[in-house]
């Protein structure tokens, strides 16, 4: 059976869109541009209702925290921002070593994060240092997912695929 695909929505920017995702109730998409553009669309009225400069560069990942009222970005700029989209507050704004490539949930306030140095960190958005940081790759961390068991799953540059279990 073949299958096709046609266009359902388009959402416009004005430079390159670099990376998105989608909300946990489907009804918003988040996209990041290359410029350090932040924006969330509704998906229903596919309308733009949030759009804000929060990186000086690139975004390199985003995630939409539990209730949907939040977007967790980072940037070429070495940042986590977790910006409240709903009432255009900038809620943190973390600093770090490397570049992040990647995040995903951990659990309801921390994020596990991919680097370009190859590190897998364990982040307390509330706290502005990583509770736990390994050395996983020689390479940049490329992609990282939660599985429905709890377990991390990383890739990176150093042609491997890891399962982590989280001990706590």
Request: hydrophobic residues 35%; contains cysteine.
């Amino acid at each position: 059976m073949n299958s096709e695909m046609v266009v359902e929505a388009e959402f416009d920017h004005d430079t390159a869109v670099v990376c998105v995702c989608l909300s946990n109730d489907s009804s918003f998409i988040s996209s990041a541009t290359k410029n350090g553009q932040l924006y969330v669309w509704e998906v229903t009225s596919q309308c733009e209702v949030f759009s804000k400069n929060v990186h000086t560069g690139k975004i390199t990942a985003l995630l939409f925290n539990e209730d949907n009222k939040s977007v967790i970005s980072c940037g070429a700029d070495k940042l986590v921002v977790v910006t409240n989209w709903q009432s255009d507050c900038q809620l943190r704004r973390i600093f770090t070593e490397h570049i992040i490539n990647c995040l995903t949930w951990d659990l309801e306030d921390s994020i596990v994060v991919g680097d370009t140095d190859g590190q897998i960190q364990v982040w307390h958005l509330n706290l502005n240092v990583p509770q736990y940081s390994h050395k996983a790759y020689q390479g940049s961390i490329t992609c990282i997912v939660k599985a429905s068991n709890g377990s991390i799953i990383t890739c990176g540059k150093s042609n491997k695929v890891t399962v982590w279990k989280t001990i706590r």
